[in-house]
């Protein structure tokens, strides 16, 4: 019976900056990828969720390399009622453990932003990361398109 609680368990999905820019980018070498693993979970008992920090890098980004007008649309769909990606703040306490796991940190190649991300995930017990950035494989974290074979 436990075992089929865990089974039925909605799991926890965190999209990254670079999933979401390649969700909207259609030029993005990760686009096709990026949109049909993101489509075909819609139906599957998963929560996505993500940060203040990544919609920070992600309308930046789509603002800079698209247009303003797609960053205004991101915003507006990421806010709306019907938007099934639920926002987590970071806290300050997930802010002071994002700097502990900056701190240990080997290459000068992750963004403070994925360390938030990393302690975000840490703190909700996050069972996987849409990212197709490797440094959260490396700091232990389940890759969406590992864990998509398992669900």
Same mark, same amino acid.
Request: aromatic residues 12%; glycine residues 2%.
């Given at each position: 019976?436990?075992?089929?609680?865990?089974?039925?368990?909605?799991?926890?999905?965190?999209?990254?900056?670079?999933?979401?820019?390649?969700?909207?980018?259609?030029?993005?070498?990760?686009?096709?990828?990026?949109?049909?693993?993101?489509?075909?979970?819609?139906?599957?008992?998963?929560?996505?969720?993500? +940060?203040?920090? @990544?919609?920070?890098?992600?309308? &930046?980004?789509?603002?800079?390399?698209?247009?303003?007008? /797609?960053?205004?649309? $991101?915003?507006?769909?990421?806010?709306?009622?019907?938007?099934?990606?639920?926002?987590?703040?970071?806290?300050?306490?997930?802010?002071?453990?994002?700097?502990?796991?900056?701190?240990?940190?080997? +290459?000068?190649? @992750?963004?403070?932003?994925?360390? &938030?991300?990393?302690?975000?995930?840490?703190?909700?017990? /996050?069972?996987?990361? $849409?990212?197709?950035?490797?440094?959260?494989?490396?700091?232990?974290?389940?890759?969406?398109?590992?864990?998509?074979?398992?669900?």
């Amino acid at each position: 019976m436990a075992r089929q609680k865990e089974k039925n368990k909605a799991k926890v999905v965190f999209i990254d900056s670079d999933a979401f820019i390649a969700i909207v980018k259609k030029d993005d070498t990760n686009h096709n990828k990026a949109k049909n693993l993101f489509y075909s979970l819609k139906d599957k008992n998963i929560i996505f969720c993500s +940060s203040n920090y @990544v919609y920070s890098e992600v309308i &930046t980004v789509l603002s800079q390399r698209i247009g303003h007008s /797609v960053a205004l649309q $991101f915003i507006d769909n990421i806010r709306s009622p019907e938007s099934s990606i639920l926002t987590k703040w970071i806290t300050p306490e997930m802010e002071e453990l994002a700097i502990s796991i900056f701190a240990a940190q080997k +290459s000068k190649n @992750v963004s403070f932003t994925d360390c &938030t991300n990393m302690a975000l995930m840490s703190f909700f017990k /996050v069972d996987a990361i $849409f990212s197709f950035d490797h440094v959260y494989k490396t700091n232990g974290f389940e890759m969406l398109d590992t864990f998509y074979k398992k669900i």
